[in-house]
Every structure is written in C-alpha cells, then in structure tokens.
C-alpha cells in the first residue's frame, strides 16, 4: 500500500524564537511565573512554515518550583492549509529539569500539542503527544522526542522520533548566536517503490540582538525535503528562507 507524507498535514509545533530573559514573578511557596510573547514573520518549526509564509504571533506562559518541576503553555496561530479547519496551536506541557552534576541539566517531561477546531482524518481534532528528555552543558543543547502513538494522525507512525542540537552563543553587547540542526524519523512510511520517506534534517542559523529587553532576530531556517510536508501555489514549506523575529519576556 503506497503512503506518503506529501499528501498528509503532519507538524509539530515549538517556536524557533530566541526569546529575552526576565525575572519571573515570585508567587510564594517556591512557585513562579514567568511569560514571553513574539511576532514572527514565518512561523516555522522542525524547517516547515506552519502558517503559509505569512507572520504569527506566539505567546506563552511558564510555573516552575524551586524544586525543579514545572509546567507550561504556548500558543501560536497557524494555517487552516496545513492544519484543515484549525487556525490556533495550543500546547501544553510540564516536566523537571535541574542540574546533575558536572556541568550538565537535565529536562524531562511531556508535551500535548492540540488545535481547537481542526478536522483531523481519524475524526476530531488535530493532537500529538512527545515524551522528551534533554541534555544541556554550557551554550549546547541535545534533545530527544518521542511520540507513542500514531504522529499527528499519520497512519502506523507509533514510535516516531525526534533529535535536535542547539547552541546559543553570547557575542556581547547584546548580540547571540543560535544555531540548530534536526533529525526526523517517522516511523513507517514509504513510497510506492518501498523506498523510506519518513526522514529529513532541518537547520537554522540565525542572529539576535537584545534591546533593552526586546529581541530582534533574522534566521535562515529550512529542512532537506522541502517539500515533505503539503505546499500551497506552488511553493515548498520547508525551502530555505530568512525568518524575522520580535521577542521579548516578562
């Protein structure tokens, strides 16, 4: 049986946006709150545009304990293109993270991702779930990302995965440096000569400024398959192309 992902509106959904940082706000009881909102002009995740090269705006909202643990909310509009139906990305997650000696942190938690309103082919609305474990030292960053069921309604994808590589560099005087690069597998899919579709890489390389807390930055992000995802006038959502951005924290 032939599948393919070309015709599937498969994406994840984390912004790309370095973000400035702030003081949260103390709530007692070792909890609190911190926030951080963007203006993007392309919100892209893992190299595909979500929101058909047109902007987005992001905000989200963060409760952490001193004891490490904490949970979060993001939210991003999208394309009803990619998305059928759905405009509005909500993801919610929660987790530890801290140091573990040596140099390293460690983050481990879930992510929810979810879109009010889609029309997912298996009924319902668009969601996925990704059980993740992180590994930090310095300016570097390792993650891995699972998915135990079936890839944002992709048929047989159980087992899906995920693994990325950040650095952030500080340049001075407010300048940052942010690089990434990605490996995606999905499990199971291949085109009508057998062949595996279900991998490509996605990079950015991009710079940022902070403004006396405002963030601007420009990246060049896109993926190796550029057209894995669906395209709308003809024009691949994972082709390479500069990203601006607007962030700050509060």
Do not use: C
């Not at 969601?127 to 891995?144: A, M, P, R």
């Not at 650095?167 to 990605?182: I, K, M, R, S």
């Amino acid at each position: 049986m032939k599948r393919t992902l070309l015709a599937l509106p498969l994406v994840l959904s984390t912004a790309l946006t370095t973000t400035a940082q702030a003081e949260p706000t103390e709530l007692g009881a070792g909890f609190s709150l911190s926030g951080n909102a963007a203006i993007v002009s392309d919100y892209r995740f893992r190299g595909y545009s979500q929101t058909n090269f047109r902007p987005a705006i992001q905000v989200g909202f963060d409760l952490s304990h001193t004891s490490g643990f904490y949970l979060g909310n993001w939210n991003s509009n999208v394309s009803d293109f990619v998305f059928p139906e759905g405009n509005l990305e909500m993801d919610f997650y929660g987790g530890w993270k801290g140091d573990i000696g040596g140099g390293f942190g460690l983050d481990v938690g879930a992510l929810y991702y979810y879109y009010p309103g889609s029309d997912s082919p298996k009924d319902g609305n668009y969601n996925n779930t990704d059980l993740y474990v992180g590994l930090s030292y310095d300016s570097y960053s390792l993650k891995y990302s699972y998915t135990p069921s079936d890839f944002f309604s992709t048929p047989d994808s159980k087992g899906t995965w995920y693994l990325d590589g950040t650095a952030n560099f500080d340049l001075g005087d407010g300048w940052g440096l942010v690089a990434h690069v990605g490996y995606q597998k999905l499990k199971k899919q291949v085109d009508m000569d057998g062949d595996d579709i279900g991998h490509y890489v996605d990079y950015k390389l991009g710079v940022t400024k902070d403004l006396s807390g405002w963030v601007l930055g420009i990246a060049a992000v896109g993926a190796s398959k550029d057209n894995w995802l669906p395209t709308k006038n003809g024009h691949p959502s994972g082709r390479l192309g500069a990203v601006f951005s607007v962030a700050r924290a509060f």
